[in-house]
């Protein structure tokens, strides 16, 4: 089913900001790639937890702390199901895809990569699928190897089976979308290859989960991490990983609630997966990406898959036509919901500068992806990004803005 400009409308009407103005202006937000907005759902939600059923988790006996647990452990199922994990105890609640990416890259990585090993992720990744597989590496002694993209912003998976040949790779890590070019690579064959070679894969859904269905037991995977914060939900992120693997891992942080039992000299870890949550979790935040996930499943992830993907098409065509833009990344097509570009007149900063006067919100740098724009010899681009909440209006609005930053600039 396509969405269509009504059921759009309809939708952002369950989004209380976009209420309000931004300079007199209506609030057109094209920076959902970074965070996006929250329904009254998600909002309702975590004011009613606070406001009837708050107290800590898991330790207390009384009605109150029953209460919020199970809306903690609830919202828990829920997620575990959204992405199809075999087990809700494989779900771990952690603060946002940079945490879930560090833990692997601790509790795993630590353990098993040694001197001369090979890690492998590729030029497209965001920082935190970067700098922790980096750091790992420089403390091991390890190799850090790139798949690289190509001019046209597509990954190279050709470049995959050279690097697998040789048995010394023991990790690949990669986006399934890219933050900056939109690009969706086939996560599917990676997975598949790096597994024939004995590898693990670590799969950064921050991109993905958001927009389209992804089901983990499908991409064959080992973990994934992913942010509440782009979907819907409060600031909260996830990771899942296979039950063997989360078993035999250390924890990453040591405290109260991931243990069994202490002694003086010696402590016994909890089961999964609080093993992996010291301490007081966000609760109300988990309590609000369960009914995120609710909010999502009732417009349909493949409904907001096909309708950003028009969307996406309708934008390039329209940006296309801005004298002296340049896009980054794929055509249309299996693209992601993140458009980049930058501009012969003016520097992304001063773009967002001139848009924001209009209510329109891009993000202008490097997107947290430094190495991707050095790969293009940019230091900077602006980007759009899109959710379920846009639409074409918004995209007309931006393209005005763009001229409006010609005329003001373009001498
Ligand atoms: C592809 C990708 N990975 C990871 C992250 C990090 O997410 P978080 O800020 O929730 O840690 C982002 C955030 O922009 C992202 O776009």
Known sequence: MTLTQADVLAIRREFPIFERKIHGKRLVFLDSAASSQKPRAVIDAMVHIYTHSYANIHRGLYTLAEEATTAYETAREKIARFINAPETAEIVNVRNATEGLNLVAYAWGEEHIQAGDRIIITEMEHHANLVPWQQLALRKGAELAFLPVTDAGELDIEGLSPLLSDGRTKVVACTMVSNVLGTIPDIVRIVTMAREAGALTV????????????????????????SGHKMCGPGVGILWGRRALLEEMPPFLYGGDMIRTVKKDKTI???????FEAGTPPIA?????????????????????????????????QLRVVPGLHILGPEAGQRGGAVSFWME??????????????????RAGHHCAQPLHIRYGLPATVRASFYVYNNEEDVDM???????????LGR
Not at 217 to 226: E, R, S
Not at 290 to 310: K, P, W
Request: include cysteine.
């Open 269 to 275: 870890w909890n089961d999964l997966p609080n093993k």
């Open 345 to 362: 007149v003016a520097h992304p900063h001063d773009i967002a500068a001139i848009l924001d006067e209009d209510g329109i919100c891009v």
């Open 398 to 408: 931006l393209v005005r803005g763009l001229h409006k930053v010609i005329k003001i």
């Open 285 to 317: 935040e988990v309590v609000g990406l369960g009914a995120a996930v609710d909010f999502l499943i009732d417009i349909g992830m493949d409904n907001i898959h096909t309708y950003e993907q028009q969307l996406v098409k309708y934008t390039l065509e």
């Open 203 to 226: 799969i950064d859904g921050a991109q993905s989960v958001p927009h389209m269905p992804v089901d983990v037991q499908a991409l064959g995977a080992d973990f994934m991490a992913f």
